[in-house]
């Protein structure tokens, strides 16, 4: 799956540059404007607040993926490694908690590059999709 263009239970997704070649530096970011998907929705990650009395913070009831895109300067694009494939398996991990996905894993593959576009990251990425009991 690729990023193509860039126009101008609960669930959360968070975007992050990931490492880039040996010895490049990180993109500077304020994470505060990136876009996430948290409680069904996208919002600011300054607006994604995780009450203190969520079972996942007490009891470890989470699972999460670690799913990487790839830029390339030359085409200008980034590539997503997997991405159905990840969310494929975190629907495997969250059955054996006794939990189920809020959307399929097309729409979820779907809802990251909706939000890699809308934070146009020009870098290497990593999204790191969290499902959890609240």
């Known amino acids: 799956m690729a990023v193509q263009d860039r126009p101008a239970g609960s669930a959360q ?29 996208q919002c600011r990650y300054r607006e994604a607040h995780l009450p203190v009395m969520t079972h996942a913070l007490h009891y470890g009831t ?9 830029w390339s300067q030359e085409r200008e694009q980034l590539y997503i490694f997997r991405c159905r494939e990840h969310f494929e398996r975190m629907r495997q991990s969250a059955s054996i908690l006794g939990m189920g996905l ?3 894993p097309e729409q979820l593959a779907q809802v990251s590059v909706d939000l890699l576009r809308r934070n146009e990251f020009r870098c290497d990425t990593y999204v790191r999709p969290l499902l959890y009991k609240s």
Do not use: K, M, S, T
Not at 14 to 26: I, S
């Open 62 to 70: 989470a699972c999460f993926e670690g799913i990487r895109g790839y």
């Open 13 to 41: 997704a968070l975007l992050e540059p990931g490492p880039g070649p040996a010895g490049a530096a990180l993109p500077a970011f304020d994470r505060d404007q990136l876009w996430v998907f948290f409680g069904g929705r």
């Open 102 to 104: 809020p959307q399929e």
